[in-house]
T-cell receptor, first 119, second 111 residues
Framework: GAGVSQSPRYKVAKRGQDVALRCDPISGHVSLFWYQQALGQGPEFLTYFQNEAQLDKSGLPSDRFFAERPEGSVSTLKIQRTQQEDSAVYLCASSLGGLAYTSSTDTQYFGPGTRLTVL | KQEVTQIPAALSVPEGENLVLNCSFT??????LQWFRQDPGKGLTSLLLIQSSQREQTSGRLNASLDKSSGRSTLYIAASQPGDSATYLC??????????FGTGTSLTVIP
């Protein structure tokens, strides 16, 4: 596609519900990132995929958060038993190269985000 | 852990004014630094990327500088326009996949 797309754009969940957020990266992009952006804050790194491999999940705040990218393209971020503190905008970004890409000019292209509100 | 700080948090200027946004980071071992723009309800758009070996980058009315040794970057916007109103974020890349963002500067350009 022309850019990174995310769905749904808005999600309201009751506390304790499970949610799944989808990211469609730019076709052919090797790297995929998930970020969490709280109101008035900058994005915070959650996890990183190189193709289908999840190489870094150090930013996931708890074991209720799970991400996958089974075929190296579309990715899903799942949050189980949502809590109010999970309310945030979840941003997905993709970039062309992977970790072996030696150039430091590889820019990230961001999707519009999914705004999650947990009541 | 790398910490990125942006000053000021908010800025309001009249149209046509030149302005400077500041970004500082605590660990100088970075691969690159990027400036992004974020419009309400939208994702981030990359404006300029400065490699660690570079001192500055320019694109149109935008100029970004990098002083890695002091942990500082500035984004200079010339002849500001109302369409420049947005939140500006800087981000540093410290390893292949680790990016740290500042909290942003909210810019309002008054017609």
């Amino acid at each position: 596609g022309a850019g990174v797309s995310q769905s749904p754009r808005y999600k309201v969940a009751k506390r304790g519900q499970d949610v799944a957020l989808r990211c469609d990266p730019i076709s052919g992009h090797v790297s995929l990132f998930w970020y969490q952006q709280a109101l008035g804050q900058g994005p915070e790194f959650l996890t990183y995929f190189q193709n289908e491999a999840q190489l870094d999940k150090s930013g996931l705040p708890s074991d209720r958060f799970f991400a996958e990218r089974p075929e190296g393209s579309v990715s899903t971020l799942k949050i189980q038993r949502t809590q109010q503190e999970d309310s945030a905008v979840y941003l997905c970004a993709s970039s062309l190269g992977g970790l072996a890409y030696t150039s430091s000019t590889d820019t990230q292209y961001f999707g519009p985000g999914t705004r999650l509100t947990v009541l | 852990k790398q910490e990125v700080t942006q000053i000021p948090a908010a800025l309001s200027v009249p149209e046509g004014e030149n302005l400077v946004l500041n970004c500082s980071f605590t660990d100088s071992a970075i691969y690159n630094l990027q400036w992004f723009r974020q419009d309400p309800g939208k994702g981030l758009t990359s404006l300029l990327l400065i490699q660690s070996s570079q001192r500055e980058q320019t694109s149109g009315r935008l100029n970004a500088s990098l002083d890695k040794s002091s942990g500082r970057s500035t984004l200079y916007i010339a002849a500001s326009q109302p369409g420049d109103s947005a939140t500006y974020l800087c981000a540093v890349r410290i390893t292949g996949n680790q990016f740290y963002f500042g909290t942003g500067t909210s810019l309002t350009v008054i017609p």
